[in-house]
């Protein structure tokens, strides 16, 4: 069964940081490039972050580049996302995406970041 979870949200002030973390199980990891999505309350799913597969690179939407690094370790299988200088505009439900080739192949359930004072 495949799985992905994420962890880390929370509540935090604008400026602030946080470290998001996505745990995958159930297909090869190392041979996915994996992405972050992020979904504000009313509107779209918007692309953050993608990092490929075998040291292929590092990608980032305008709207973050900067202040998050997306990093991953395959012996362990788990996707980061590191976020620092934290806007009120980055509150949104946070998900990680599998892609094999184009697409999302798998989804996590995601979670929740609130950047508030």
């Known amino acids: 069964e495949v799985q992905l979870v994420e962890s880390g949200g929370g509540l935090v002030q604008p400026g602030g940081s946080l470290r998001l973390s996505c745990a995958a199980s159930?297909?090869?990891?190392?041979?996915?490039?994996m992405n972050w999505v992020r979904q504000a309350p009313g509107q779209g799913p918007e692309w953050v972050s993608l990092?490929?597969?075998?040291?292929?690179?590092?990608y980032y939407a305008d709207s973050v580049k900067g202040r998050f690094t997306n990093s991953r370790d395959d012996a362990k299988n788990t996707l980061y996302l590191q976020m620092n200088v934290l806007k009120p505009e980055d509150t949104a439900v946070y998900y990680c995406?599998?892609?094999?080739?184009?697409?999302?192949?798998?989804w996590g359930q995601g979670t929740q970041v609130t950047v508030s004072s």
């Open positions: 990092i490929a597969s075998g040291g292929g690179g590092t």
């Open positions: 995406a599998a892609t094999y080739n184009t697409g999302y192949d798998y």
């Open positions: 159930g297909f090869p990891f190392g041979r996915y490039s």
